[in-house]
């Protein structure tokens, strides 16, 4: 079965450095989404990305935030600068076009720490 | 700003007993509905996804059933198995826009 996927599974980085965050989403998929959980909260919503650009993007994602599809396959989430609490899971997912293609494929997520 | 909220938090039955799972949302113009699960330290698994049209989606032992007037989606598993331990996410994707909103969960467990 097709799956996204996400490297690397965890990243380590101290407070003010850049961080990228890489997935492959399924491969005839259109849309495309990073979420992401703090320990012990709800998912929360980032961004989607559609016909190479965003096409919404949730308060969290301000200027620190950026993301690109650089190549077909590849969905990449940058953090310029990082802060503590950027730590957290931070999930890729995507899905296709249409009513019957609506469900959301997440990866397994990339577990972020700063420090 | 949609609100999704889900109950009970954790749930501990035995085995072959029926799971309900409750979420609700303050927004009742959603789009749809989706149901996932959450393995510790894992990503989300899509198990039903409602279309705002529909009353209900079956998979198997899954049913979930979606009442948009009064906010409410229900999520059932049938005779439930040790396998089925995990963390069950209810998210709602509103009208006009691809963001889901998610509730915090149910953590199940089943005891053998």
């Known amino acids: 079965e097709p799956e996204v996927t996400q490297t690397p599974s965890h990243q380590v980085t101290q407070m003010g450095q850049e961080v990228i965050l890489r997935c492959v989403p399924i491969?005839?998929?259109?849309?495309f989404y990073w979420y992401r959980q703090i320990l012990g909260q709800k998912v929360e919503f980032l961004v989607s990305?559609?016909?190479?650009?965003?096409?919404?993007k949730s308060e969290i994602f301000d200027d620190q935030f950026s993301v690109e599809r650089p190549d077909g396959s590849n969905f990449t989430l940058k953090i310029r600068s990082t802060k503590l609490e950027d730590s957290a899971m931070y999930f890729c997912?995507?899905?296709?076009?249409?009513?019957?293609?609506?469900?959301?494929?997440f990866g397994s997520g990339t577990q972020l720490s700063v420090l | 700003k949609q609100e999704v909220t889900q109950i009970p938090a954790a749930l501990s039955v035995p085995e072959g007993e029926n799971l309900v799972l409750n979420c609700s949302f303050t927004?009742?113009?959603?789009?749809?509905l989706q149901w996932f699960r959450q393995d510790p330290g894992k990503g989300l698994t899509s198990l039903l996804l409602?279309?705002?049209?529909?009353r209900e989606q079956t998979s198997g032992r899954l049913n979930a059933s979606l009442d948009k007037s009064s906010g409410r989606s229900t999520l059932y598993i049938a005779a439930s198995q040790p396998g089925d331990s995990a963390t069950y996410l209810c998210?709602?994707?509103?009208?006009?826009?691809?963001?889901?909103?998610f509730g915090m969960g149910t953590q199940v467990r089943v005891k053998l």
């Open positions: 997912a995507s899905s296709g076009q249409g009513i019957s293609n609506e469900k959301l494929f």
């Open positions: 491969s005839n998929h259109l849309y």
């Open positions: 990305f559609y016909n190479n650009e965003i096409s919404e």
């Open positions: 927004d009742s113009a959603i789009y749809n």
């Open positions: 409602i279309q705002s049209s529909q």
């Open positions: 998210a709602a994707r509103k009208e006009g826009n691809r963001k889901f909103t």
